[in-house]
Structure formats: C-alpha cells, structure tokens
C-alpha cells in the first residue's frame, strides 16, 4: 500500500510540475467574461479593439514625495513642485 502511495504522488508531482513548467511559472491568470458588445460576430477585431482600448487605461503610477508610496497620476497632488499621494501628505514636511 505505500509503494502505492509513494507512485501516485511521484505522478502527482511529475504531472504538476509539466503543467507548471507550460505555464511558464506563473499562477494561473483568471477568465474575464468578453463585454456584451463583443459577440460571436466580429471576434478578431474585436478582441483587439478591446486590447487597445484596455492598454489606453493603464495609467501612469508615480511615487509620493513623503511616504514612497505608489498612487495613479490622476490622484497626484502637487505642492511645492513634488508630487503627493494625498493633500495630508502635501502639508507634511518631504522626507
């Protein structure tokens, strides 16, 4: 019985580590369901369009002056000519 045992998990691990070596080592990404508007009709255009529409809302991340933590551009508050994460941290002296 442990012979038995000590086979099936070598297999386990032989099978799991393939798979994780196709993967390329990274976890496993989650699905996103397609939009509505992307039907069946259209899937190459559209699968693309919805690549360029996604890369359009990457922002900008930038680096607060006092804390180093990282924020969206569009959330910068600027004072002093440094950029801040938050106007409490803008008050505050940089570090």
């Known amino acids: 019985m442990t012979r038995i ?3 099936l ?6 099978m799991f580590a393939i798979r994780s070596k196709l993967q390329g080592g990274r ?10 508007d992307e039907g069946a009709a259209g899937g190459g255009a559209a699968r693309q369009g919805g690549r360029r529409a996604a890369a359009a809302e ?9 804390c180093g933590v990282y924020y969206p551009a569009s959330e ?17 002296p940089a570090a």
């Open 27 to 36: 976890p496993p990404q989650p699905r996103r369901a397609a939009p509505p």
């Open 76 to 92: 910068t508050v600027a004072a002093g000519g440094r950029d801040y994460c938050s106007a409490a941290h803008a008050r505050l």
């Open 9 to 14: 998990g070598l297999v386990f691990l032989v």
């Open 5 to 7: 045992l000590f086979w």
């Open 58 to 66: 990457i922002e900008t991340m930038l680096c607060c002056a006092h």
